[in-house]
């Protein structure tokens, strides 16, 4: 029993760990297009354009604007999320960003 304890707290410590890294937005808006402005908890910002992420059926309906420009922030998952259930991994989208960056 003292061994599943103690695997158990090493589990939770490496997720705790974890979560303390992982990117969070904290304020997104719509610009133009398929694009959105989003700050990130370490003050990291800038635009992204994901009109070229929008394949599959989940993305698809996104195409439209009026669509695209329905998501919002979720405050849990603390990332983009539109009505159709759609979402992007925040690592995802700071990886964009930084990418981005990168490029110009």
Do not use: C
Request: charged residues 30%.
């Amino acid at each position: 029993m003292e061994a599943r304890s103690v695997w158990s707290a090493a589990v939770e410590d490496r997720t705790t760990g974890v979560i303390g890294v992982l990117p969070r937005i904290t304020d997104a808006r719509y610009t133009k297009d398929h694009r959105v402005w989003i700050r990130f908890s370490d003050g990291a910002e800038g635009e992204i354009d994901l009109g070229q992420e929008l394949i599959g059926p989940i993305f698809e309906p996104l195409r439209n604007l009026e669509t695209f420009r329905s998501f919002r922030l979720d405050p849990e998952l603390h990332t983009l999320v539109w009505p159709n259930g759609a979402d992007f991994a925040p690592e995802f989208l700071r990886a964009r960003l930084s990418s981005r960056a990168t490029a110009l």
